[in-house]
C-alpha cells in the first residue's frame, strides 16, 4: 500500500518500496537518460532554430515532440533522480501533485502528437489531394490542439476527477491507480484516459500506418503524386514516413508496460501488483523521451545536415583561434592576423555569384559570417614575387542544395 499524503510531513513525504539497490539503479539510470534526453533534444530543437525558415507543416510536430520530451525531462528527472537514491522521496505534498501533473501533460502531449503526425502522413500519402493543401498554418492549429487535449485530462485530478498520489514504489508520483476501488469519478476518470489517450491513439497510429503501408505497396504512383519529383522528394518522403514509424513504435513499446501494470492496478487486486513492476515500467516509459531526437537526428539527412554544418563551423572558428587566424568579416574579405605588408587580400568569384576568400592561414579553413558552407572550399594560391595566381572554384558543395523537406 502506498503512503496517504494527507497525514505526510512536509519533508520526506514518502518511503520507498523497493530495495535500496533497486533505487540506486533507478537513480543511475534515470541520471543517463537526463543527460542523453537533454542533448539529444536541445540539439534537435537548436538545429531546428537554425532551420526554422525551411521548416516544412510535418516536422512542426517533431519539434513540437521533442518540446513535449525535453519539458518532461527537466521537471521530472530532477526529482525523480534525488528520491531514489535517497530511497524516499524528499518533496512535499504540492510538488508530488506537481511531478504527477506534468509526467501526465507531456506524456499525453507526445502520444497525441504522434497521433496527429501519423494523420497528417497517412493524409498526405493516401490521399495527397487533400495532403498538398496542408500548410503551416494547419500544423500550428494542430499543435495548440494537441496540447489542449492533453491539459484536459492532466488538470482533471486537480479539478477532482480523478487524483494524483505516490506511486506505489514510493519515490515519484502519478495518477491514484487504487483510487477506482473506492471512487466512482476516478472510476471514470481513469476509463476515459485509458480510451481516449491510449486506445484510441494506438489505434490511429496503427490504421493510419496501415493504409499508408497498403497505398505505397499498392501504388507507387500515389507517393510520386504527393511530391515533386525536381528535388528527390519521392525518396524523401518514404523517409519521413519511416522515421514517423520508427518514433510512434519507439514510444507505445516504452508506454505500454506502465499502461499494463497501471489497468492491473486499477481493475484488478491492486495489492498483488509488486511495487518493482511499476517502478520497472516507469524506467521504461521514461525511456520514450530518446526515441524522437535520436531517430531523426541520426536518420534524417535534413536534420543531420544542419547539425554536421554547426558543428563544423564551431571547429573552424575553433581552428581559426588556435592558428592565429581572425574569423572573416561580414564583407568577403579576409583580414589574416599575421601576414606581412606584401601579402594582398584577394578574392574570385564562384560560378553562382559566391564570392571565395583567401586568407594567410593555410591550416584552417575560415568560416565566412552570414553564410552557411557546408564543407571547406579549396583554392590554390601561386605566390610569385608580388604576383598573385589564383584558380577559381566551379562548383558548390551538394550541401549547398536546398532542403527537400
Not at 518532461?72 to 506537481?98: G, N, R
Not at 498520489?165 to 466512482?184: F, H, M, R, V
Not at 601561386?382 to 604576383?387: L, W
Amino acid at each position: 500500500m502506498p503512503p496517504q499524503m494527507g497525514n505526510a510531513s512536509d519533508s520526506a513525504l514518502f518511503v520507498s518500496n523497493i530495495s535500496k539497490e533497486n533505487d540506486f539503479l533507478m537513480g543511475s539510470i534515470y541520471a543517463i537518460f537526463g543527460v542523453l534526453s537533454l542533448l539529444g533534444n536541445g540539439i534537435l530543437l537548436f538545429v531546428a532554430y537554425r532551420k526554422k525558415s525551411s521548416l516544412k507543416p510535418a516536422e512542426f510536430f517533431v519539434v513540437n515532440l521533442s518540446i513535449s520530451d525535453l519539458g518532461m525531462t527537466v521537471t521530472l528527472f530532477p526529482l525523480a533522480i534525488p528520491s531514489s537514491f535517497a530511497h524516499k522521496w524528499l518533496f512535499d505534498e504540492f510538488t508530488c501533485q506537481y511531478y504527477a501533473f506534468c509526467g501526465v501533460l507531456f506524456g499525453l502531449s507526445s502520444l497525441t502528437n504522434l497521433t496527429v503526425l501519423s494523420s497528417v502522413c497517412c493524409l498526405k500519402v493516401c490521399y495527397p489531394h487533400y495532403g498538398n493543401k496542408f500548410s503551416s498554418a494547419h500544423a500550428c492549429l494542430l499543435v495548440v490542439g494537441v496540447w489542449c487535449y492533453a491539459s484536459i485530462f492532466a488538470v482533471g485530478p486537480l479539478a477532482q476527477w480523478g487524483n494524483y498520489s505516490p506511486e506505489p514504489y514510493g519515490t515519484a508520483c502519478c495518477i491514484n491507480w487504487q483510487a477506482p476501488n473506492k471512487d466512482l469519478s476516478s472510476m471514470t476518470y481513469i476509463v476515459c484516459l485509458f480510451l481516449f489517450c491510449y486506445v484510441v491513439p494506438c489505434s490511429v497510429i496503427f490504421i493510419s500506418y496501415i493504409f499508408i503501408f497498403l497505398t505505397v505497396r499498392g501504388s507507387r504512383q500515389a507517393v510520386q503524386q504527393h511530391v515533386s519529383p525536381q528535388n528527390k522528394t519521392a525518396n524523401a518522403h518514404t523517409l519521413i514516413v519511416k522515421l514517423s514509424v520508427a518514433v510512434c513504435m519507439g514510444f507505445l513499446v516504452a508506454w505500454s508496460p506502465y499502461a499494463v501494470v497501471a489497468m492491473w492496478a486499477a481493475f484488478g487486486d491492486f495489492a498483488r501488483v509488486p511495487p518493482m513492476s511499476f517502478a520497472l515500467a516507469a524506467i521504461f516509459a521514461k525511456s520514450s523521451t530518446l526515441y524522437n531526437p535520436m531517430v531523426y537526428l541520426v536518420f534524417k539527412p535534413n536534420f543531420r545536415k544542419f547539425l554536421c554544418r554547426d558543428a563544423e563551423q564551431c571547429r573552424r572558428r575553433f581552428c581559426s583561434c588556435v592558428c592565429g587566424c581572425e574569423p572573416r568579416p561580414a564583407h568577403d574579405s579576409c583580414s589574416p592576423a599575421r601576414h606581412n605588408n606584401k601579402e594582398v587580400n584577394n578574392s574570385t568569384r564562384l560560378s553562382n555569384g559566391l564570392s571565395e576568400c583567401h586568407g594567410a592561414c593555410r591550416h584552417c579553413p575560415e568560416v565566412e559570417a552570414g553564410r552557411d558552407l557546408a564543407t571547406p572550399q579549396r583554392t590554390a594560391r601561386i605566390m610569385m614575387g608580388s604576383t598573385n595566381s589564383e584558380v577559381a572554384i566551379s562548383q558548390l558543395s551538394n550541401e549547398l542544395q536546398s532542403d527537400f523537406l
